[in-house]
């Protein structure tokens, strides 16, 4: 199982975030502000996918917190934090594993729920006999054994 932090907050905005982002704009930056870190209408788009119910006030006092370090320091923390912040949804139902199923194959933690402009999009492009799945936390842990 593998954490893409940018893919993770990618998927919880709106395309035309990314499609806007000025292109000096460092990336990492720029998607934890405004995926993570910053309430859009009271609310930031990870809770509105995921629901506030799984997470605690100190999840943002981080993600603003990461949100103020260097460059450098800033960078790591913002991977460490979304890997953290996946394992948790994870364990509690808010992300699964999407990956392809044969042999050898691996698969990637993303949230369960996108934004809608990127859930149109893998519509979109699903073929028959794709065999890209989304499996739940429990069941992939039950076939690991």
Not at 51 to 75: D, M, P
Not at 119 to 127: E, G, L, M, N, V
Request: charged share 20%; hydrophobic share 45%.
């Amino acid at each position: 199982m593998e954490v893409i932090p940018k893919l993770t907050q990618a998927i919880l905005a709106p395309r035309s975030t990314l499609v806007g982002r000025p292109a000096t704009a460092n990336i990492d930056k720029f998607l934890f502000a405004r995926s993570l870190a910053t309430p859009h209408e009271g609310r930031s788009p990870l809770e509105q996918l995921v629901g506030s119910a799984i997470l605690g006030a100190s999840v943002f006092e981080e993600a603003r917190r990461i949100q103020a370090l260097g460059a450098a320091a800033r960078h790591e923390a913002i991977g460490a934090f979304v890997a953290g912040l996946q394992g948790a949804l994870l364990l509690t139902g808010g992300a699964a594993f999407v990956g392809a199923s044969g042999p050898g194959e691996g698969y990637y933690a993303l949230p369960r729920r996108w934004h809608s402009d990127w859930k149109a999009a893998w519509q979109d492009s699903a073929r028959p006999n794709d065999t890209v799945r989304v499996v739940p936390c429990e069941a992939y842990l039950a076939r690991q054994g």
